[in-house]
């Protein structure tokens, strides 16, 4: 379902239309009133970003000090829109020099709506690309005397560009050193039991790219993912080679990626974008590698003391360590003194949060520690309800380190000119919900 906008509002945030422009006849162009009125004038801004008055919807969202409104009359996807709110901020803030807010948007009236009529056709979204509009749009916004990012230059055969199959990359590209930095950057989301048997766990998984590199080059990645594996065979007709292999879900790929090479061969071929972009995203579900795990015990002496020992052990190697290790161990609201003995980093009470936060900066693989605390509470009249524990909950960064096993077999890269390409690697393992029950 497309968006079929009717009307986009540009709005201070007195609400004084900075610019508007209307896609459609099946609204009145009073409609800004109506939501001056409804909804800025009734301070209802931050309750839902989706209103519908007199039989029109609007969509908002505020960016800096302006307000981007979508007015609608039909059914719409709603998602649709705000992607491309996004999109078209992304792509005013390449023109402007890295801003967007009311100064910016006075001083670029004539090319915002050349933008306009660019980006969307009566009502329906169309191509947002910076790379690509900048080929025939080449007029150059007023910069912020704030941004120093220097003006991006156009890129002559517009023709081949907008028409061709690769939009999101230009020709003409030249480095002197060709690199590819590839991120294998995961987060761990667990439930653990207080006795350390797991009852939930998966992996979220991103590979990261930053490419600089010369011409049209087209790249070709392996990992090792077992249906990947098992194709690969099938084609040389030969047995896979010994080695962990891991099953991906729900597997998302950038758009420079060949679905059609993708479903024949299993094989992430793509000619990728200039600069930072994300290839694609995936979750493991199955055979997750642990990088921590945490055995707490916590003992009620009466109705004013606790005694708190945490042990916490690094299962990955010995070779590798983890950084910014913070565990929080939630205590009662009416925690008075605390006291504490660590083997290694520093421990404190935090009442705003009600936690003992223990930090270690540097944790090394197969090595454990421990905290034991002793809670002093306040004493009061009321009868002890029995309630729920909040979970112990663990942020920590390891590097090298993956929990889905996923390995890069090999990046290789292709270009007509042959020049030699220097790739890095890095893996990054993150705790995204990692809570162990008390």
Not at 405 to 428: D, H
Request: charged letters at 25%; hydrophobic letters at 40%.
């Amino acid at each position: 379902m497309p968006v079929s906008a009717s009307a986009i509002y540009f709005l201070n945030l007195r609400g004084d239309v900075l610019i508007n422009r209307l896609y459609r006849d099946d609204v009145g162009g009073n409609m800004v009133d109506a939501f001056r009125t409804h909804i800025m004038q009734t301070k209802e801004l931050g309750v839902c970003p989706v209103r519908q008055i007199g039989g029109c919807s609007f969509f908002y969202m505020k960016i800096s000090n302006v307000y981007i409104v979508i007015v609608v009359s039909t059914n719409a996807n709603v998602a649709c829109a705000f992607k491309f709110v996004v999109e078209a901020v992304a792509l005013f803030k390449s023109y402007f020099g890295g801003a967007f807010d009311e100064d910016a948007i006075r001083n670029n009236f004539v090319l915002i709506y050349e933008l306009l009529d660019e980006i969307m056709d009566f009502g329906y979204p169309q191509n947002l690309s910076p790379e690509i509009l900048k080929l025939y749009i080449t007029q150059e916004g007023v910069r912020s005397p704030f941004s120093s990012k220097a003006a991006d230059k156009a890129v002559p055969n517009a023709t081949l560009q907008v028409t061709g199959a690769v939009g999101w990359r230009r020709e003409g590209l030249v480095y002197k050193k060709n690199e590819v930095f590839l991120d294998i950057v995961e987060s761990v989301n667990l439930l653990m039991s207080s006795k350390g048997s797991v009852l939930r766990c998966d992996v979220t998984g991103k590979v990261l790219m930053k490419c600089f590199l010369s011409g049209m080059p087209d790249l070709k990645l392996g990992l090792n993912d077992k249906i990947g594996l098992e194709k690969e065979s099938q084609l040389k007709s030969r047995p896979t080679k010994s080695g962990k292999t891991i099953e991906l879900d729900d597997v998302t790929f950038h758009q420079c990626v060949n679905l059609t090479r993708f479903n024949a061969e299993k094989t992430v071929s793509f000619v990728p974008p200039d600069g930072e972009f994300e290839l694609m995203k995936y979750r493991i579900t199955e055979g997750v590698n642990l990088p921590f795990k945490v055995l707490p015990t916590i003992k009620e002496l009466g109705r004013t003391r606790m005694e708190v020992n945490v042990k916490v052990k690094s299962v990955f190697s010995a070779k590798m360590f983890a950084l910014g290790v913070v565990v929080k161990i939630p205590v009662p609201k009416q925690t008075a003194k605390t006291s504490f003995t660590v083997t290694s980093g520093k421990a404190k009470y935090n009442a705003s949060i009600d936690c003992l936060v223990w930090k270690i900066r540097k944790f090394p693989g197969q090595t454990e520690s421990t905290l034991s605390a002793e809670v002093e509470l306040i004493s009061t009249m009321t009868e002890k309800k029995a309630a729920t524990k909040p979970p112990i909950q663990m942020e920590f960064q390891v590097p090298m380190f993956t929990a889905s096993g996923l390995r890069v077999r090999f990046l290789k890269v292709w270009e007509k000119s042959g020049y030699n390409t220097v790739e890095w690697v890095r893996y990054i393992t993150k705790a995204g919900s990692y809570e162990i029950r008390c």
